[in-house]
């Protein structure tokens, strides 16, 4: 990933809603991001990031999704596949530790009865918040 990859946008879950809340920034710490559902919930699956690269690959396969559809908090311009557990990124104020690749759910089958093939290895990564600080839409992604 080069030092031109940026966010693209941003969501968080909030109860009795089931599609992604759009936001302009997230404030995070080594809890999640604040204001989401899943704050606190489960330390290695707090934060996952998306990059627009998921999307494309359900488009290829004739499923059109809008963006925050597949449960991301953090949308990235560029592919993040090749990064491991335990590298890191800092977008804003906030450096991110990679925890694990996001793993398929049911709920993609919902979508699309296509869609957990589709991004079987695809759908993003898991990340905790090293550090606390705030992320906002367009803020450039460093490795």
């Known amino acids: 990933m080069s030092v031109e990859s940026r966010v693209l946008a941003l969501f968080i879950s909030v109860d009795n809603d089931k599609k992604r809340v759009p936001k302009e920034k997230l404030e995070l710490d080594e809890m999640g991001v604040l204001e989401d559902k899943f704050y606190?919930?489960?330390t290695n699956r707090l934060i996952l990031i998306t990059s627009t690269t998921a999307y494309s690959?359900?488009?290829s396969s004739s499923v059109e999704l809008e963006y925050g559809s597949l449960g991301e908090?953090?949308?990235?311009d560029q592919s993040i596949n090749h990064l491991s557990v335990g590298?890191?990124?800092k977008i804003g104020d906030v450096v991110l530790e990679i925890t694990q690749n996001c793993t398929l759910c049911n709920g993609?089958?919902?979508l699309d009865p296509k869609l957990p093939e589709?991004?079987?290895n695809d759908r993003?990564?898991?990340v905790k918040a090293v550090t606390s600080g705030?992320?906002?839409k367009d803020d450039i992604i460093i490795i």
């Open 57 to 59: 690959l359900a488009k």
């Open 108 to 110: 993609l089958s919902v």
């Open 118 to 120: 589709v991004l079987k």
């Open 124 to 126: 993003g990564l898991f």
């Open 73 to 76: 908090n953090i949308l990235i």
């Open 134 to 136: 705030i992320i906002k």
């Open 87 to 89: 590298d890191r990124l």
């Open 40 to 42: 606190a919930k489960n």
